[in-house]
């Protein structure tokens, strides 16, 4: 009974910058962690961000000065801003959340994913 809708991809030049959102709904009674993770073509899938309930965050050593993972708990949402993007960040991008219901149940939920294009 949880949705996530990711949104926010596109196509950019390299340097260029995108946000992406990720909006969560349904019966929850709080949201833990959530977090960003992508897959290019012939890749292995791969974690990005991820942010804490107490906002604490974690990313990947190559997104490290260029990407900030943020999180507004009153809408529900977390964004992801993308600066100085590369060529090679190029991927499918798919938001997480591991949500707690109000039945005191654990459970992962991911977003449909996002295209993001950064072009040379």
């Known amino acids: 009974q949880v949705q996530l809708v990711d949104s926010g991809g596109g196509l950019v030049q390299a340097g260029g910058s995108l946000r992406l959102s990720c909006a969560a709904s349904?019966?929850?009674?709080?949201?833990?962690?959530m977090g960003w993770y992508r897959q290019a073509p012939g890749k292995q899938h791969e974690l990005v961000a991820t942010i804490t309930s107490s906002d604490t965050t974690t990313y990947a050593d190559s997104v490290k000065g260029r990407f900030t993972i943020s999180r507004d708990n009153a809408k529900r949402t977390a964004y992801l801003q993308m600066n100085s993007l590369k060529p090679e960040d190029t991927a499918v991008y798919y938001c997480?959340?591991?949500?707690?219901?109000?039945?005191?149940?654990?459970?992962?939920?991911w977003g449909q994913g996002t295209q993001v294009t950064v072009s040379s």
């Open positions: 349904g019966s929850i009674l709080s949201i833990n962690t």
């Open positions: 997480n959340a591991r949500v707690l219901h109000r039945d005191y149940r654990n459970k992962d939920y």
